[in-house]
């Protein structure tokens, strides 16, 4: 029915939007020469700076990215939507992410949306119903 199809959109958008806060730490952990063993260099867990809850969000998301799929679902069974659940850390610590890098001349906008789509994500508000289709078009 139409509520297994709009579920199966958010999850496929969750991955897309995973995928993409990766590759923007990968990218710019090239950009800057930052290497796997840097990862444990104190200096860059500097919860006082961007890139430290950055990389926080970032660990946190690969568990829930990494189990987004039928067969871990079915393999993982009870504990499967608690880790799910972790994704929505990302978005807090996503947020003073932004917070912190002042170098972005749009913050407060980045940051007003960003916690708008939290609570949204974090209540499961529906904005866009999906229609439900006629039996012969499906």
């Known amino acids: 029915g139409w509520i297994s199809s709009f579920w199966m959109g958010v ?13 923007h730490g990968l990218t710019n952990f090239t950009a800057n020469k930052i290497g796997i063993s840097d990862l444990f260099s104190l200096q860059l867990w500097n919860f006082k700076t961007f890139i430290a809850w950055g990389l926080l969000g970032a660990f946190i998301l690969l568990p829930p990215l990494l189990t987004s799929n039928n067969f871990l679902q079915n393999r993982l069974g009870k504990w499967w939507k608690p880790i799910q659940q972790f994704s929505y850390l ?24 960003w916690a708008i789509l939290w609570i949204l994500a974090y209540k499961k508000v529906i904005l866009w119903p999906m229609k439900k289709t006629s039996e012969h078009c499906q």
């Not at 978005?91 to 007003?112: A, R, T």
């Open 90 to 113: 990302v978005f807090i610590f996503g947020g003073i992410h932004i917070y912190l890098n002042k170098s972005d001349p749009v913050i407060l906008v980045e940051l007003v949306t």
């Open 11 to 23: 999850a496929i958008l969750g991955i897309i939007a995973g995928t993409f806060i990766l590759i």
